[in-house]
């Protein structure tokens, strides 16, 4: 089982920058891929693997950038130039596979609320 923890959510204008954060805890899990998603549909925002390797989805390339620390178990999500069209509900997903482009993802997190306003 594996348990995360989003953080970093919040209100910003239009043009403006905020960064989420996830903790994995729980599992052998942790070392597997881990990303973000938005939505109750669960889109993938952006995915990355213990090696660093990332997938994002190709209208926020440029904008957003995923982060990972073995370390400390977490990840990061730095974005950049918000437009309204990003407020959504985020989560930290967390695949039972190491590789990220199999999409299994089984474990999610709560979520954290971001909202841009215009």
């Known amino acids: 089982q594996v348990q995360l923890a989003e953080s970093g959510g919040g209100s910003v204008q239009a043009g403006g920058s905020l960064r989420l954060s996830c903790v994995a805890s729980?599992?052998?899990?942790?070392?597997?891929?881990l990303g973000w998603f938005r939505h109750s549909t669960k889109e993938r925002v952006a995915t990355i693997d213990r090696n660093g390797m990332t997938i994002y989805d190709d209208s926020l390339k440029g904008q957003f950038t995923v982060t990972r620390d073995n370390a400390k178990n977490t990840i990061g999500l730095q974005m950049n130039s918000l437009k309204p069209e990003d407020t959504a509900m985020y989560y930290c997903?967390?695949?039972?596979?190491?590789?990220?482009?199999?999409?299994?993802?089984?474990?999610w997190g709560q979520g954290t609320q971001v909202t841009v306003s215009s």
């Open positions: 997903g967390a695949s039972i596979d190491e590789y990220c482009y199999t999409n299994d993802f089984h474990y």
């Open positions: 729980g599992s052998a899990y942790m070392k597997n891929c």
